[in-house]
Every structure is written in structure tokens, then in C-alpha cells.
């Protein structure tokens, strides 16, 4: 750390926050007892905390956002600049930084025109539900209006997201959520709802959503929301077979195809999207975490100009265009962030790094696999990765959630933070996850690797 504070601001600041901050998804019953943790201050892979506790990030800022490392003086630079020269204008106009990001990023994906901006993965997914609904009315006199989301999977906060949301821990005691949206079944191998395995189980998982379709009513369903790599639902990696059967299956009852890579996008998976490891074609993709690394708040929403096209300008409705605003979506920081973040990582070549560390660290997770029976399946896509624990190897019964949360703690005083998927509910709360920044080393993974090694004997000997 700089040394900047001292220690009577540091017991200033943990008061403060004691007294006054409402923390994001956490007990606050532990801090009558423990401070909360509070970090000060980040450089590349490492982050430091109140006490002066330095930690190797393995989760990238706890969610998956901080892809291209901490204390990036060029886009603090960036920023900066643009900020000088123009705030915010509402996105009715256009700006410098927003027509140059938007440009940039399709340029990555082919076959996509159009950038809609928001504020955050959950609010871009609502932007594309009413986009669905929207094409409803004006095509087909409201009828293809349902959504179709899998189980597991999560869409953001907000009720329209939820509504959307396969992860029960997330949803309980939120609803009634919005009508109309439908779920299909998860594909998650490890995990099989039928006695099939690689591209036989793809497929019927696939074909289980035509179920569905068919069930509803294909003149119902206008589009499904899926995630590429499943995140916080378990790192759920699909088989073969499974994207290939999902397009054919949406192409043939003309249901939107909408991606969502909050998580996967930009360089997590190592393309810089997760479909395009599956070569699939979306009609709608929704992207947050990792667009600016968290240096700016940014959240988009792509399109291919088929969609674009039905909401154009039409003389006989003057409702015919895409009623939504997003006062601080597109502000100019979020895409002149975004723009120096992706200069990055192609200059650095880090979805090279990612992909090259991204296996390392599969196969240093499978050699911990091999030494402890805990670990019942190893799973991920670059470096998005995840370990789930079972208490028993056969029946795959998930791990307890505290030893889980044993082993994270463990890992923690180490001074390596990992993380796991969502608690409380059985079956989601036993995966360790791993997402380190795309600019991580052998090093990095080795200390990452060899603190879970240590957690792992810790906790169950
Ligand atoms: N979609 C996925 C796959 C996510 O994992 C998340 C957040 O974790 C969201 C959407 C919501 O994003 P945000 O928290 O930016 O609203």
C-alpha cells in the first residue's frame, strides 16, 4: 500500500462502514463480532485490505469483472480525459467515446450491428425482455411475448430479471415475479437429469427446451435468455452437441436467441465472448462485468440489425420505437473505459494468456482432483473455473456448505481470495470458483493451486 492512511483513518473508515454501509449479499450478524473487510488498494493480480493484508485476487474483484488486473493508469487516463472534456450528455446524443467503443466491439462481433447502453448486466438483460415483449406486440398482436430461461442460470436483481432467475437462493421470498417467463431444464452433465452422457446428454438437454417450446406454444415463445458458461449456478460448462441443437431449435419456432455474457464477456472464456467457443449465432447479447474491468460502469446490450430493423421508424405508430432510457447508460466514462480496457487485451495479447492459463490451471485442478476425493468434477472455460465438492464421490452428494466455506475462509488467510457459487440452497452452493484477471501467470495459478491444496488437507484432512 502508498501509506496513505493511517491508522486513525483506517479505524475512522471500518466505523464508518460499520455503521452505515448495507453490504451486497452477505450477513451482517459477523461484523458485531469482525470487522468487515475493507480494500484499500489494488496492483495487477493483488489487492490490499484494511490491515495492510496483501491478497492474490483469484476471483477477479469477487465477481468476475476485473479482467485486465488492477491500477491501470491508462484507462484511470482515459477516463480522466473524457471526463474533462464532456461528463454526460443523455444518450438521445451521441458521444466521442460511445460511438468509438461501439464500433470497436462489433468489430469483435460478427454478424451484430447495434450497442444499446445501460448501467448493469441486470438492467441490460431487462432492456432485452422488453425488447421481446416490444416485437410482440408489434408483430404478433402480443401472443410470442414468453421467455424462456434455464434453471441455474441467473439474469440479474431487478423483478423482471428475476423472473428469469433458475437459482432458487436468489429468487425465495422475492416474488410474484412477472408473468411469462418459462423455465427449461439445466445442462449440466455432472449433474444429469437423464442416463446419458457428452453429446447424447447435450442434445436431449437441447431437445428438452423444444419440449418446452412445443408445451407453450410456439406461436408463445419469442425467446430464450441463456448463459454461455453457466456462472454462478456452478460453472456449468455444456457439453458438445448442446449449442448446435439450442440454434437449430430457435431458428426453427423463430425464437430470439439471446446470449447472456455478463460474466463470459470480453476475454473470460478466451474469445471475447463465450458463444463464440460454440459457434453460435445470437440474435441478442447482454455484456457487463468485464466490458470496462470495473473501472467505469458500463452494461450493453448488442444486436444484429434484424432486430434493429423492427423497431424502425414507422409513420402508421408513433410508438414504434424502442421506448426505454437509461440516464446514465453510455455515460462517457463507461465507453472510453471500455475502449482502452479492450485496446489491452488485444495489445497484450490476454485472450492468448487466458486461453494458454486457462488450461494450465484446468489441469492443476483436475491433479487436485486425482489427490482429493472431495472434489467430485472439475469444470471451466479459460479462466472461469470451478471445482465442485461432494461428500461422497458415487452419490455426488453435494458438500456441506459451511466446509465449503471452510475452505474458502481457509484460502483466505492464506492471502488468496476464491469464491463459491451461490449458498443455502443444496446443489448450488458447493463449487469453488476461480475467475483470476487475464493477465495471470504460472505463478499466479501455482500460489492459487497450492493455497487450495493446503484448504483442502486443512478441512478434510
Ligand atoms: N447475468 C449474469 C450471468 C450474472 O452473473 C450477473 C451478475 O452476477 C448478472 C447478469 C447481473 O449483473 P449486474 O449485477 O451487473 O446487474
Redesign the pocket.
Known sequence: MDGNFNENDISHVVAADKAHVWHHLIQHKPFETNDPRIIIEGKGMRVWDQKGKEHLDAVSGG??TVNVGYGRESIAKAVYDQLIKLNYFAGSAGSIPGALFSEKLISKMPGMTRVYYT???????EKAFKMVRQIAHKRYGGKKHKILYRDR??????IG?LSAGGQLERNAQYGPFAPGFVSVPHCMEYRAQWDLTGEAYGKRAADAIEEVILREGPDTVGAICL?PV???GGVITPPPGYWERVQEICKKYDVLLHI?????GVGRTGTWFGYQQYGVKPDMV?M??GVASGYAAI?CLVTTEEVFDMFKDDASDPLNYFRDISTFGGCTAGPAAALENMRIIEDENLLDNCTAMGTYMLDQLHALKDKHAVIGDVRGKGLFLGAELVSDRDSREPMDEKRVQAVVGDCNAQGVIIGATNRSVPGFNNTLCFSPALIATRDDIDEIITSVDKALTKVFG
Do not use: F, I, L, R
Open positions: 465477481v468476475w448501467n448493469s448486466g441486470s438492467e441490460a438483460n442460470d441467473y439474469h440479474g436483481t431487478t430479471a448463459e453457466t456462472a454462478g447472456d455474457e455478463v460474466v463470459c447482454t457487463a462485468k452494461a
